[in-house]
């Protein structure tokens, strides 16, 4: 699976859209790019995925390059539920079962 | 149930005790995973079942540990004459098909070797 680069902290203010980038440049034409971010003491939690479009969900925006080499993640209206360690991932046709590597992320603060 | 469940939350072990580290999945779900999360880390692939079949086992770090998912529902990740480095929050996870939209995580079992 392609590596993934992701800054390594941020910081947003309450209310205002969080953007999460993710450098992938090694990405192959197969590999679907995912989200998934960690809340203190818990498990990691799904956020979306895609392949090349741009996707939206109830959680969150996926945008994804035309070239695929990166892709942000929007958060459109951050809330203090939403400090966390976001993981930006890219795996390999997902219908076969392989495994994520989720690298270190982004740490993600957001202030009051 | 209505998540993934893992039990205990907390562990503690001392250098060479043998754990055993209990999943149950959603009921239902066909793929399981367990990982590896040391302090400030990023998740680390240990093992994946499909059903009662261990697909994958690469990531498991040394002889020492060994999952099983013998009727393919619960798991059990054993972690025989445990160390130091072996303390880490061991994370299992669970989907229904094979994960294309993505994977429910339990909260975790905390192992801490002393």
């Known amino acids: 699976d392609a590596k993934t680069t992701q800054p390594p902290s941020m910081d947003c203010a309450e209310g205002r859209a969080a953007n999460l980038p993710c450098n992938h440049s090694t990405i192959s034409g197969n590999e679907y790019v995912y989200w998934y971010r960690q809340i203190h003491s818990q498990g990691p939690q799904y956020i979306i995925h895609g392949l090349k479009n741009n996707e939206t969900n109830e959680m969150a925006s996926l945008i994804i390059t035309e070239d695929r080499k990166s892709s942000t993640l929007i958060l459109p209206h951050a809330t203090l539920r939403d400090t966390a360690v976001y993981y930006c991932i890219v795996r390999v046709n997902p219908n076969t079962g392989n495994q994520f590597y989720f690298g270190t992320g982004t740490s993600l603060t957001v202030i009051p | 149930g209505a998540g993934v469940s893992q039990s205990p939350r907390y562990k503690v072990a001392k250098r060479g005790q043998d754990v055993a580290l209990r999943c149950d999945p959603i009921?239902?779900?066909?793929?399981l995973f367990w990982y590896q999360q040391a302090l400030g880390q990023g998740p680390e692939f240990l093992t994946y079942f499909q059903n009662e079949a261990q697909l994958d086992k690469s990531g498991l770090p040394s002889d020492r540990f060994f999952a099983e998912r013998p009727e393919g529902s619960v798991s059990t990740l054993k972690i025989q004459r445990t160390q130091q480095e072996d303390s880490a929050v061991y994370l299992c996870?669970?989907?229904?098909?094979?994960?294309?939209?993505?994977?429910?995580f339990g909260s975790g079992t905390r192992l801490t070797v002393v």
């Open positions: 009921s239902g779900h066909v793929s």
């Open positions: 996870a669970s989907s229904l098909g094979l994960g294309r939209y993505g994977y429910t």
